[in-house]
């Protein structure tokens, strides 16, 4: 479920309330994107300049038929590996649903869904068709970092450690390093805390958080002059990219506590300045700055 937020869905059928039925079908799935198209033709075009991860086609279409469609898809490289859903009339006097269902599943159809559609069949197909092709290590790792947060926010420190140690290990990503790093500052746990942090400016060295955390921990430990070389590292490295202005914003304002605290009145103040320019509808950073 988690790995589906990053996904997107392409819904393809010429009547309007058609491809309305299906939507509402897979709503309970949290897709990140649902894309419509009302035929093959303008289907095709938009898996061959958007990411698509699963498609729910109609059989019969008028200009483009769905096992017409289905087969183009097939015999395309660049697309043939997306998950087909067709979705068919149930047997009547119109159609021959077995035919249907039969020459789907011989054009490659991933999956089949008989009208009207039922929404909890429809989103265990959906699953099930993208188990195939879904990231498990990152389904895992998601589940383990709800689990921490869930701790963390109930205060239950040593638990959430647990949880996020077991994401890193289904797969290692920049959050759990940083609140494995931050968890353990709070334990004082140095080391610990050190060592998740540079794992996440392994991942990325600009990440500025983990530069952010670094210098607090270099202050706490009384190292001032590494703390503000740090600080001014990371600033220097989001400056380049020119992203995360709330982090620079307190970047700077940390920095300025520091020269406060070292007597350097005019440098604080630059500091101070810098973070008000970075936050300036922040009312809290303000306040901050005023305090100090």
Do not use: W
Request: proline share 4%; net charge neutral; glycine share 6%.
């Amino acid at each position: 479920m988690h790995v589906i937020k990053e996904l997107s869905v392409l819904v393809v059928d010429d009547s309007r309330y058609g491809r309305d039925q299906i939507k509402r079908a897979i709503s309970d799935l949290p897709f990140q994107k649902v894309y419509e198209a009302d035929g093959g033709f303008q289907a095709l075009t938009i898996m061959r300049r958007r990411p698509v991860h699963l498609v729910f086609s109609d059989f019969r279409m008028p200009k483009m038929p769905g096992l017409v469609f289905l087969k183009i898809l097939k015999n395309d490289p660049d697309i043939s590996d997306v998950p087909f859903i067709m979705v068919i009339e149930k047997a009547d006097t119109r159609s021959n649903e077995g035919n249907d269902q039969k020459m789907s599943q011989e054009a490659g159809a991933d999956g089949i869904l008989v009208k009207p559609l039922n929404p909890a069949d429809t989103c265990r197909m959906a699953i099930s068709v993208l188990s195939k092709t879904i990231d498990r290590d990152k389904e895992n790792m998601y589940v383990a970092m709800d689990a921490a947060d869930a701790h963390s926010k109930a205060g239950q420190i040593d638990v959430a450690i647990l949880e996020y140690e077991k994401a890193i290990q289904f797969k290692d990503n920049i959050p759990s390093r940083i609140m494995l790093g931050t968890h353990y500052l709070a334990k004082k746990e140095h080391k610990k805390a050190m060592s998740n942090f540079m794992g996440a400016l392994k991942q990325n060295p600009n990440c500025l958080e983990a530069m952010l955390n670094m210098g607090r921990m270099f202050k706490e430990l009384g190292d001032i002059p590494k703390a503000v070389k740090v600080l001014e590292e990371g600033l220097k490295r989001a400056e380049t990219i020119s992203k995360y202005p709330q982090l620079q914003g307190y970047t700077n304002f940390y920095i300025g506590r520091i020269q406060l605290e070292l007597d350097h009145l005019k440098l604080a103040l630059t500091s101070f300045a810098k973070a008000s320019e970075a936050e300036p509808t922040s009312l809290g950073m303000q306040i901050e700055i005023g305090n100090a």
